[in-house]
């Protein structure tokens, strides 16, 4: 007989399944939820994975309908074990929880409510009207960290910032003059890479372009489709049309953030090999960061990887729109005449911050990785 002992157990086997397999859609659904669900039958034997699903590239289809697809038949009397609270309205595809009833479904374990104010709890109760068993909590921690870019742009209006910085042993992110210099090893930036690859964007400022002239792609191998759309900051509109950036602009789109004064003639131009142009105003002189954040949001980007460099690393701190930091850190030293990795800002702002707690630290080859978020 199953004891409650084992259904705890096998529960928390499954949900740590549907998390594994929701994150296989970061950075390719938004402006939706990338959500994980698998059906499971209890056999004889014990129970059986009969239904994996996680949420498609744009967004559709959704993680239940997917598992509930592939379960077919056998999702009748089975328990579904999603991240996310199953939909409740009419969007682009009927609601999950019509779904989740018509295949005969018992229970439903879930991790977390959806925010939504078209879901927010109508998904749970047409469950538990239809007569399905559910729980919610389990992997709440886990599930409020893989939903953070939807729950911040459904409850802030604007995505989940995480800020990626490389420093040497004595804080600097760059050689003097600005010179492009490679700080941290092979295994740290491979991590970067999949970074990337989990964001729906990455941002850096103009400064950061012409001084080092980056891709801003995934370019791990298999991977360049996982690129994110690249947001440069950009006041006056300085992007040269011969940069990387807008060369690939086809491929991987640009979006150029400018100030409503900067230079039609440079819109027009850039605009005419493919980038897309976004106007805020200023606050103090710079481009007003929030509205950045809300235009962003507007356009359904969850979640922003912020890269660089010193300056807008230290505007966003100071403007305190991070909600985590991952800090990778080389052995070696530069010296007095290097950047600091925070423009007018010493490192501890972030480090030794009481409203950001660490979490980890990490080895990655020679280098250490620290994780932080926002308390």
């Known amino acids: 007989m199953q004891t409650e002992i084992q259904t705890e157990l096998d529960d928390r086997r499954f949900m740590t399944l549907a998390l594994a397999l929701g994150r296989r859609g970061l950075g390719r659904v938004w402006p939706n939820p990338a959500v994980g669900a698998v059906v499971v039958r209890r056999e004889p034997s014990g129970p059986v994975v009969v239904g994996r699903g996680w949420t498609q590239p744009g967004g559709r289809p959704h993680a239940e309908t997917e598992a509930l697809r592939r379960a077919g038949t056998a999702a009748c009397g089975a328990t579904l074990y999603v991240t996310l609270e199953p939909c409740s309205h009419y969007g682009k595809t009927p609601p999950c929880a019509d779904a989740v009833i018509a295949a005969g479904i018992a229970r439903v374990v879930a991790a977390i409510g959806d925010p939504n104010p078209q879901v927010a709890g109508n998904g749970f109760a047409r469950l538990k009207a239809a007569g399905i068993a559910v729980d919610v909590g389990l992997g709440v921690a886990e599930a409020r960290r893989d939903h953070a870019g939807f729950l911040r742009r459904i409850l802030d209006g604007r995505p989940h910032v995480t800020l990626k910085l490389a420093v040497t042993a004595d804080d600097k992110a760059g050689a003097a003059g600005r010179r492009p210099l490679a700080i941290t090893g092979a295994l740290a930036r491979v991590r970067a890479h999949l970074m990337r690859a989990q964001s729906d964007a990455i941002l850096v400022g103009i400064g950061t372009v012409l001084a080092d002239d980056p891709q801003l ?28 950036l807008v060369a690939g602009a086809g491929a991987t789109p640009v979006w150029v953030v400018a100030a409503s004064d900067a230079p039609s003639a440079a819109e027009n131009a850039l605009r005419a090999q493919g980038a897309e142009v976004i106007r805020v105003g200023r606050r103090k002189g710079s481009l007003d960061l929030a509205e950045v954040l809300a235009r962003l949001g507007e356009r359904g980007i969850t979640r922003l990887l912020v890269e660089g460099g010193p300056m807008v690393a230290a505007s966003f701190l100071a403007d305190e729109l991070v909600d985590e930091a991952v800090l990778m850190r080389a052995p070696h030293a530069i010296g007095g005449d290097g950047i600091d990795a925070l423009e007018g800002l010493p490192l501890t702002a972030l480090t030794n911050a009481p409203q950001f707690t660490r979490l980890a630290v990490e080895p990655a080859g020679d280098d250490t990785v620290e994780l932080f978020a926002r308390v």
């Open 217 to 244: 792609t995934c370019r791990l191998p298999g991977m360049a489709g996982r690129s994110p759309i690249r947001v440069v900051l950009d006041g006056r509109l300085r992007l040269p049309l011969s940069s990387r």
